[in-house]
């Protein structure tokens, strides 16, 4: 392997993309024998890999289109400068995660003024959820992609997709989430009538945090009204603690807010159920072995263009079993009186909290792979580099 040194642009526009773009630039550093140079966009951990920021990426954290459409022309802006800076640094190849929104419409400036520059996409776009015409259209600015999920290759090669590899997801060797797996695999199930933890977790986008968390909050009251004291907890990131302050600060009864990922995963290892948005967090809780119900509040606009959405669920662990493990309640029938109800049956010992946990045990055999996601990632990412000649 040659010890040229390499510089690499990675763009990720949200926590989850940070992580996962920290984790490969990581395994990237071990199996390339020069020194790596990131330039573009990311946050603390692509940051702590070496990646001076071009702005803070908070900004990107934005959800559903009135959203988008509010910051439109702060987003054009962005994308515009963000690929102006990357075709200024000359890299050797640019790697995309996720939020392609972003993401994607920065590679395809990137691509017209850097033709030879190789692009590689961590975390497949959810062709296979809408717009399927997506899958084709990469193949003007994208050589490679990293699938998370095991059935993305086969559905981007039936929709004329860039070459795509399942390399695995980065919670599925993730020490924590191991970690707590297996503690809470012996810990005894409370009997019904003993004082629960319910973990709430509203997301860490504020549109998600402003919808969501007055609904936990009713669920909350209703839950205690019919069990009893019960203690809740909420983690959050720093950036939305005074949000999530805000909106509580008024409640009779509020949930212990708690910062940090250390505080987080001791709320996974002590929570008796979880009710969370729809999103990454919810594979962390069905790998950590976590019950949950899944929740999502759409906007105005995605509500209308719900018919276009082919997928059958929002779950990710829905999606790799193939099957309902997890229930999931969206827009209007998202209602306090439902959450609390699976709340119940899923923090004591129950069929349904019984049928979640085995069908969690089929996901994460799913998610296995010979190497961690990182890694496996990282290969690729070596091997578009020498196909294309940069190393």
């Given at each position: ?16 993309g940070?992580?996962?773009g ?5 395994y990237?550093?071990t ?6 140079e ?53 890299p050797?190849?640019?790697l ?10 920065v ?29 084709k ?8 992609v ?7 290759p086969?559905?981007?090669q039936r929709?004329?997709?860039?070459e ?26 409370r009997?019904a ?19 969501l968390?007055?609904v ?20 959050t990131?720093p ?18 807010i ?31 072995h976590v019950?949950v ?10 509500r ?8 059958w669920?929002g ?5 790799i ?10 827009n ?11 709340a ?13 946990l ?24 070596l ?9």
């Amino acid at each position: 392997m040659s010890d040229k040194p390499l510089k690499i642009a990675v763009i990720a526009g949200e926590v989850s993309g940070d992580l996962l773009g920290a984790d490969l630039v990581a395994y990237l550093k071990t199996l390339h024998s020069g020194p790596v140079e990131l330039v573009g966009v990311g946050g603390e951990a692509l940051e702590a890999q070496g990646l001076k920021s071009l702005f803070d990426f908070s900004e990107l954290s934005i959800m559903g289109i009135t959203q988008v459409l509010s910051k439109l022309p702060r987003l054009i802006k962005l994308i515009s400068w963000t690929a102006d800076a990357i075709v200024a640094a000359k890299p050797d190849l640019l790697l995309i995660v996720d939020s392609p929104d972003f993401t994607h419409r920065v590679a395809r400036k990137v691509r017209q003024k850097l033709p030879d520059l190789p692009v590689v996409n961590y975390v497949c776009p959810s062709v296979w959820a809408w717009k399927e015409y997506r899958a084709k259209a990469m193949l003007a600015y994208v050589d490679a992609v990293l699938a998370v999920l095991p059935f993305e290759p086969a559905v981007m090669q039936r929709l004329g997709g860039p070459e795509t590899h399942f390399v695995g997801h980065r919670l599925a060797s993730n020490a924590d989430i191991l970690r707590i797996r297996e503690a809470r695999k012996v810990r005894e199930v409370r009997a019904a009538g003993d004082k629960r933890t319910i973990l709430l977790l509203p997301g860490s986008r504020g549109g998600e945090i402003t919808q969501l968390l007055p609904v936990f909050g009713e669920a909350m009251q209703e839950f205690v009204a019919r069990n009893g004291d019960t203690r809740f907890v909420l983690p959050t990131v720093p950036r939305q603690e005074a949000r999530v302050r805000e909106i509580t600060q008024s409640w009779t009864l509020r949930p212990e807010i708690l910062l940090g990922d250390e505080a987080k995963w001791r709320a996974f290892e002590e929570a008796d159920a979880a009710i969370a948005a729809s999103g990454t967090v919810i594979l962390e809780l069905a790998l950590a072995h976590v019950p949950v119900v899944s929740t999502y509040k759409g906007d105005w606009i995605i509500r209308m263009l719900s018919h276009r959405i082919k997928i059958w669920t929002g779950a990710l662990p829905n999606l790799i079993a193939d099957y309902a493990v997890i229930p999931e309640y969206f827009n209007d029938v998202l209602r306090p009186a439902s959450l609390v109800r699976w709340a119940e049956r899923l923090a004591t010992h129950t069929p349904q909290r019984a049928s979640m946990l085995a069908g969690y045990d089929d996901v994460w055999q799913r998610l296995q792979t010979e190497r961690p996601a990182g890694q496996a990632g990282a290969a690729v990412v070596l091997s578009v580099l020498q196909k294309r000649g940069r190393l």
